[in-house]
T-cell receptor, first 108, second 112 residues
């Protein structure tokens, strides 16, 4: 079992829909990252969380430390949001452990 | 502020050839990482460096060597490339204690 599990693996939605991507982890962490990888391959860090909730534009990330669970939400989704979203946990040894990613496709 | 710079962006090698992937960061981060990304496998850690002069093996270190000669640079070397090392390689850096991770643009390596 992977130490960081993401769901779903693939998600196709219509433009405008509210999107939720989930991440569960089984290790002790000092922080959790949400990353975005566009078809061109570059990886961009969206959020770094150690508690609570963060919001940036239409993106919202939450983390529940007790339940070892984080979610990434996209409101009013748009085709340009189509990408792979990766959850990454920074464990207490300062190593980053990645989920396998969620491939999101937003249809116009 | 360039962030994390990786070179080259693309490379084709013949089996048995050697090459070094270069990575440099200008954010004064202590931790640097090398990952490979393969379809269906996600990002897997090859080697990790917590600070200048220290390196640790990750999940898939075989066939690779690394060098952290200074705080800024962390290089990955393939001594004798194999087709199984065809992949996209990413360098990343972060600060100790859980701050944002920054990634290079990736190197697409093909070994024929």
């Amino acid at each position: 079992k992977n130490e960081v599990e993401q769901s779903p693996q693939n998600l196709t939605a219509q433009e405008g829909e509210f999107i939720t991507i989930n991440c569960s982890y089984s290790v002790g962490i000092s922080a959790l990252h949400w990353l975005q990888q566009h078809p061109g391959g570059g990886i961009v860090s969206l959020f770094m969380l150690s508690s609570g909730k963060k919001k940036h534009g239409r993106l919202i990330a939450t983390i529940n430390i007790q339940e070892k669970h984080s979610s990434l939400h996209i409101t009013a989704s748009h085709p340009r949001d189509s990408a792979v979203y990766i959850c990454a946990a920074l464990n207490r040894d300062d190593k980053i452990i990645f989920g396998k990613g969620t491939r999101l496709h937003i249809l116009p | 502020n360039a962030g994390v710079t990786q070179t080259p962006k693309f490379q084709v090698l013949k089996t048995g050839q050697s090459m070094t992937l270069q990575c440099a960061q200008d954010m004064n981060h202590n931790s640097m990482y090398w990952y490979r990304q393969d379809p269906g496998m996600g990002l897997r850690l090859i080697y990790y460096s917590a600070s200048e002069g220290t390196t640790d093996k990750g999940e898939v270190p075989n066939g690779y060597n690394v060098s952290r000669l200074n705080k800024r640079e962390f290089s990955l070397r393939l001594e004798s490339a194999a087709p199984s090392q065809t992949s996209v390689y990413f360098c990343a850096s972060s600060e100790i204690g859980g701050t944002e991770a920054f990634f290079g643009q990736g190197t697409r390596l093909t070994v024929v």
